[in-house]
């Protein structure tokens, strides 16, 4: 099972997958997210973080030719060879945390193949996903065996002794595909959790990712 988070640029998707890796703490973690380059607060591009403490920068203002996104030059070798490390399928892992399947990662073929390799395997997903797009964005959200919910902030209520982050690889892969509800999305700073029945329940709020 796999849950999407998405919505517009700047709601909180990053934010809302960092938050997500803390609520999770003790559970391994496969995937990466994505943060800006900054230089005097002016953004220049962004690097991908993986969750064993790896970087590098997948998009520059700086760097020259295409493919480009915007004004951003993006490095499709970064991406292969990020998405080969931390998107392989891995029944060692319990949960797979990616930010995000937007544009410029699907500019990689490589990172394509090992989404969909990922998704096909069942593995436990929690992705942030661009609002619009077609190609492989679209594939996605079309696939019967995702959830989506929408996100400015990210809740998530006491966990059972069974869900993520406590008891057994089984177990906790067991609790994420069981339950995508536990991690979706509040909008304006309230406390949601959205079920995969499109239901929305009050929750306490995370403690936020450093």
Known sequence: MAL???GQPGVGKTTAIRAVA?????ARLGGFFTQEMRSRGVRRGFELVT???RRAAMAHVDR???PRVGKYGVDTGVLEITARASLAVDRGIDVYLVDEIGKMECL???FVAAMRALLDAGRPVVATIGERGGGFIAEVKRRPDVADGSAATIATPSPPASSPGSGTTRERERAVADHPGRI???VGGRAEVEQADGKVGAAR?????A
Do not use: M, N, V, Y
């Not at 803390?22 to 003790?26: D, F, N, P």
């Open 205 to 209: 709020p995370f403690e936020s990712a």
């Open 64 to 66: 020259r030719g295409s």
């Open 108 to 110: 990689s073929p490589g």
């Open 184 to 186: 979706a999305g509040g």
């Open 51 to 53: 969750f064993d403490g």
């Open 22 to 26: 803390s609520g999770l703490a003790g």
């Open 4 to 6: 999407l988070i998405t």
